[in-house]
């Protein structure tokens, strides 16, 4: 009798809890539709022929004659393949130097004493709250009569080659590498640029990933800076010229989606394989 | 030997100082100096005084842009209390969970410019929204959603959380991974219900994060410029119903050539993002001693 009761119990907490997950589901479920939505419906348009209405009641969501045409269109009235590679040049570029030399300026931060250390320190992070458009008139001026490099890519590289923010990063990593590895090159005779090459830099490398894929996504995606910098068609990065692009084809919708795809497809990639990395690296920075 | 000594640090520093110097640092002491001077980029600055300045206060467009600005710092409670909600959501161990988690962060990713132009094309009068609104009988004729000025800033502040729904997210539950499970036994154990459990042990568990969110989704929110531009184009909506401070300052600056007049608004926008994130701080750490 007992047994059957409990048999019972739990039957029914087993069937509540299988409710339960169901609706977790669901629940998930409804959030991802919010979520990609928009980019299900764009990826369906950016395939739809010129026979496939964009705009019916109900909503066509399938295109009923695939087609690559609105791709082949948009590849051959703009320059897209100079888009995909300026802005490859400028991201590689970018985050090669920003990571060698932030990290080159976190050492002495986090592991030196030094006369005027906390004033530059301290100096540097207040300038983390100024808002970088702010930045952009006087840098305009710079670029156009000091640099001479407006129009070109080297105008997109060339400010973004330290971030304070990055700094602040890799001298929190280096502060928890313990001093007595660092005394023990000093005591074999190591210079001070060795012992950050060859002990510092192995040790933070997960601090050193995190602040490459923030300047990655920073930089592939900026755009104030570059629209103000770049004007001919074949210097552009992908996301301006995906902003010229939207001017072009106003009346092309299935054009603009074939560009929007295009452009989000590279770094959806990327980001597919290198999830972990990506989700530690863009939330990581914020240790309570 | 001793002198080398000495100057090690400062040959580590050379390099990012030399570009913060240049790139950061000179252009905000430039900015000041501009802000007294007529000036357009092209010819050389004109020192004039505050008329500049005088001329801001009596600027209907500015005092609109402002007030613009001030507005879309309603999406930072919103992203707050959502984002909170989806990491108790995601933080079930639930198989497939992970997949979830990737799905909800790829409009992060993907770039305020490509998904600036999704949304531009379902909120067109052709696009899926009036289709869907009305095939389900809500409307009866297509809304011209992206030409009512009432709608402009709501549009865009609704992509600005949209786009911020991953992120912020992951933030949150990196710090319920944190607090300890025990807390959450206890408060069973006192007879708390979910609801109660999740108020009185997350939201306190999440005050770093709190912090952290609101300093840097104000700050973004009040430098907003790429969702208006994509939604809105060179504009910034009819009426000027999208133009905000930084929106303003770029439109001054770089579309008419008053490079003076833009970094005023610079050092207007300077000065409230300097008063908004110490007051934050301040007002957040002094919540976080008193608990």
């Known amino acids: 009798m007992n047994q ?74 703009l320059p897209m393949g100079n888009f995909f590679l300026n802005s490859i040049l400028v991201t590689v570029s970018t985050v090669v130097f920003n990571v060698l030399f932030t990290a080159l300026a976190a050492y002495p931060f986090a592991k030196m004493k030094f006369p005027g250390r906390d004033v530059i320190f301290y100096l540097l992070l207040a300038t983390f709250i100024v808002p970088p458009q702010l930045t952009y008139i006087p840098s305009f001026v710079l670029a156009v009569n000091v640099f001479h ?17 990055n700094i602040f990063l890799l001298r929190q990593a280096f502060r928890t590498v313990p001093d007595d590895l660092i005394d023990a090159g000093r005591i074999d005779g190591a210079s001070e640029f060795r ?20 300047t990655f996504v920073a930089q ?27 001017g072009m084809f106003t009346s092309d919708s299935r054009g603009v989606a074939a560009g929007v795809v295009m452009a989000i497809i590279p770094i959806l990639i990327i980001f597919v394989l290198l999830q972990k990395q990506f989700v530690r690296g863009l939330t990581g920075a914020v240790k309570g | 030997m001793f002198k080398k000594r000495f100057l090690t640090p400062y040959l580590f520093l050379t390099p990012a100082l030399i570009i913060i110097a240049i790139f950061i640092i000179y252009p905000i002491v430039a900015v000041i100096y501009y802000s007294f001077t007529d000036f357009s980029i092209v010819t050389p600055p ?10 801001l206060v009596n600027d209907p467009v500015f005092w609109q842009a402002l007030l613009h600005s001030f507005i879309y710092l309603l999406v930072t409670p ?93 933030v949150f539950l990196a710090g319920l991974q944190n607090i300890p499970e025990e807390l959450y036994d206890a408060a069973l154990i006192d007879g708390c219900n979910n609801w109660q459990k ?8 999440l005050r770093p994060q709190i912090t952290f969110i609101v300093v840097i989704s104000s700050l973004a929110a009040i430098e907003v410029f790429n969702e208006i531009y994509i939604l809105y184009g060179p504009l910034g909506g009819v009426l000027n119903s999208g133009v905000t401070m930084v929106f303003y300052l770029w439109r001054q600056a770089f579309r008419l050539q008053h490079a003076g007049y833009a970094s005023a608004v610079a050092i207007v926008l300077l000065v409230i993002t300097l008063a908004f994130s110490i007051g934050n701080i301040r007002y957040l750490e002094r919540g976080s001693e008193a608990a």
């Not at chain 1, 490099?149 to 923010?165: E, G, N, R």
Request: proline letters at 6%; a neutral charge; hydrophobic letters at 55%.
């Open chain 1, 4 to 77: 059957i009761q409990n048999a019972n119990v739990h039957n029914t907490t087993a069937l509540r809890h299988t409710l339960e997950t169901i609706l977790w589901y669901v629940v998930l479920c409804l959030i991802a539709l919010v979520t990609v939505f928009p980019f299900v419906w764009v990826i369906s348009t950016s395939f739809k022929g010129p026979t496939d209405v964009i705009y019916s009641v109900p909503p066509q969501l399938i295109p009923q004659n695939p087609t690559f045409a609105n791709y082949i269109r948009v590849w051959n009235q």
């Open chain 1, 149 to 165: 490099y407006y129009d070109t890519i080297f105008a997109l590289i060339f400010p973004s080659l330290a971030t304070v923010f």
């Open chain 1, 195 to 214: 012992i950050w090459w060859s002990i510092l830099l192995p040790v933070v490398r997960p601090a050193l990933a995190t602040v490459a894929i923030i």
């Open chain 1, 220 to 246: 592939w995606n900026d755009f104030f800076w570059p629209s103000l910098m770049l004007h001919t068609r074949t210097n552009m990065t992908l996301q301006v010229g995906l902003a010229n692009l939207q």
């Open chain 2, 46 to 55: 004109e020192w004039v005084g505050l008329r500049n300045f005088q001329q």
């Open chain 2, 78 to 170: 919103v992203l707050i209390i959502l984002c909170i909600i989806l990491a108790i959501i995601v933080n079930r161990k639930l198989p497939g969970i992970h997949i979830f988690r990737a799905i909800y962060y790829i409009p992060v990713i993907s770039g305020s410019i490509a998904v600036g132009i999704c949304w531009r094309l379902m909120f067109d009068t052709n696009g899926l929204l009036n289709s869907i609104l009305l095939s389900l009988g809500i409307i009866v004729e297509p809304i011209q959603w992206l030409a009512e000025p009432a709608y402009t800033l709501p549009i865009a502040m609704l992509l600005t959380i949209w786009m911020g729904l991953g992120y912020y997210m992951m």
């Open chain 2, 198 to 205: 999740h108020w009185h042990i997350s939201v306190p568990g």
